[in-house]
């Protein structure tokens, strides 16, 4: 499955599925996200159809980083059926992988 790039119209829609969500919030001035892109691009085509890999830039939809208390970037959250089921910062692809088979 391709990324998805969010925003504050399609964010709910999005992560309402019974797939495990990894959104990455990130901005394009941060160092470290900058960083991070290219482990999450990378994800998201391994992944395949098994879970839904997103992007929300927070300068784009800041409504929607502050809901969910993003005070820095990158933060990334995970959601299974809509809900907030955890969160982490920078980390490898591996642990991400590993995460998202968690939720499956």
Known sequence: MA???LTSENFDRVINTTKPVLVDFWA???GPC???GP???ALAEEIGDSAVICKLDVDVA???AQRFSVNAVPTIL???NGERVGACGMTS???LKARLKALA
């Open 62 to 64: 800041p409504d929607i």
């Open 3 to 5: 990324l998805i790039h």
């Open 28 to 30: 394009p001035w941060c």
């Open 34 to 36: 900058k960083m991070l």
């Open 93 to 95: 692809k591996d642990d």
């Open 78 to 80: 995970f959601f299974k």
């Open 39 to 41: 482990t999450i691009d």
